[in-house]
């Protein structure tokens, strides 16, 4: 089960003053048991888990980071390497259903390395489907250019 | 025994041994690990989509110094002859448990709970099923220490579906003829730490009789 706490709501849950509080909750969270959201302009809250939870680091994090589109996670995504957007926008379309399309069409905004994306397509023969969602998302959007030798 | 920790280094390592990308979904202790019920494990087990992806990962770990063993004394003897049986791997005290599309006539889900990607030379992806599904088949296979880890799952999530793991051990039976007895073996023994309700019994019991 997870509870979500302000910091000053975990402190007096704990019986502790705000920098004890604070302190407890830096060694949870580097037991996995504690995973952060906000800070700075945002009022910083706590997840507090009964049993340690991987930060998720894969697909879903990369859209709803980088997309207006968010979507809610149908699987927690572990990715163990390097798992950059062009992994993501390939994941994407495996993925297939629209919703998650039209998240991953924001991608392109930042791709950085064409070549591998262009690899990863064809390893997963997705190359058409890759070109057709890059045309959609220039028509609605302003997207990088796909460079020639590559359509 | 292998912890988290080094569990997913030992995947890392697999993948960079690896010829091909390679599908696979983790059950029992080690997807038990992956979700965060248990720290450690003596065994690792893999289910795969087919023969060949099973070829591909056992190569790899050949690699890396594992070598086939038998099954016997691991399990009982009616699962040592079952088709369904797997290939076992062992490394000093580790070892995997590599099953080819079905766990002893159980076929595995479509579902995914969780998707864990092993990125090196190649692409190793372990998926995750659903926690009811993990409980059904810990009662499938039936070894020491599986009726503890039903026990620490169920300890640990407040709410566990029963009615999937009912209905996904019904639609089974024909696979495998002895799943409803123990699931329900099982259950029998639950019943005493946590309330099931009487109607999944029932409907067990309904579904036994159809056969």
């Known amino acids: ?151 | 025994m292998i912890n988290t920790e080094d569990q997913e280094a030992l995947f890392k390592l697999i993948s960079e041994y690896l010829e091909k990308d390679v599908e696979c979904t983790a059950i029992g202790d080690t997807a038990m690990m992956f979700l965060g019920y248990k720290t450690a494990t003596k065994d690792i087990d893999m289910v795969f989509q087919n023969e060949k992806d099973r070829g591909i990962f056992i190569k790899a770990i050949e690699k890396i110094g594992y070598k086939e063993r038998s099954i016997r004394g691991v399990y009982d003897k009616k699962r040592e002859q079952h088709k369904g049986k797997p290939k076992m791997f062992s490394r000093g005290e580790e070892r995997f448990d590599l099953f080819v599309k079905n766990v002893f006539g159980v076929e595995i889900t479509k579902d995914m709970t969780q998707r864990n990607d092993f990125i090196g030379k190649k692409t190793l992806i372990i998926k995750i099923l659903p926690k009811e599904d993990l409980i059904l088949l810990k009662a499938v296979t039936n070894r020491e220490k599986d009726m503890e880890d039903i026990e620490a799952i169920v300890e640990k999530e407040k709410s566990i579906d029963w009615n999937r793991i009912v209905d996904y051990a019904a639609s089974q039976r024909n696979n495998s003829p002895w799943i409803l007895h123990d699931l329900e073996e099982k259950m029998q023994l639950l019943k005493k730490k946590l309330f099931i309700k009487k109607e999944f019994f029932d409907k067990i019991y309904e579904a036994e009789s159809m056969h």
């Open chain 1, 1 to 151: 089960m997870e509870r979500i706490f302000t910091l000053e709501k975990f402190a007096e849950e704990k019986g502790l003053a705000k920098q004890s509080a604070l302190n407890l909750l830096s060694k949870m969270k580097k037991q996995n048991l504690v995973h952060t959201s906000g800070g700075a302009k945002q009022k910083r809250l706590y997840k507090v888990f009964d049993w340690p939870q991987r930060q998720t680091n894969g697909f879903y994090d990369i859209i709803n980071r980088y997309s207006p589109e968010k979507l809610v996670p149908k699987f927690q995504h572990y990715a163990y390497g390097r798992y950059n957007i062009e992994n993501a926008i390939i994941d994407g379309l495996k993925l297939g259903d629209i919703r998650t399309k039209e998240a991953t069409m924001h991608l392109f905004r930042h791709v950085k390395n064409w070549k591998v994306l262009f690899e990863l397509a064809e390893k997963e023969k997705l190359k058409k489907e890759l070109i057709t969602l890059h045309n959609e998302a220039r028509k609605i959007m302003r997207v990088k250019k796909m460079p020639e030798r590559y359509k």
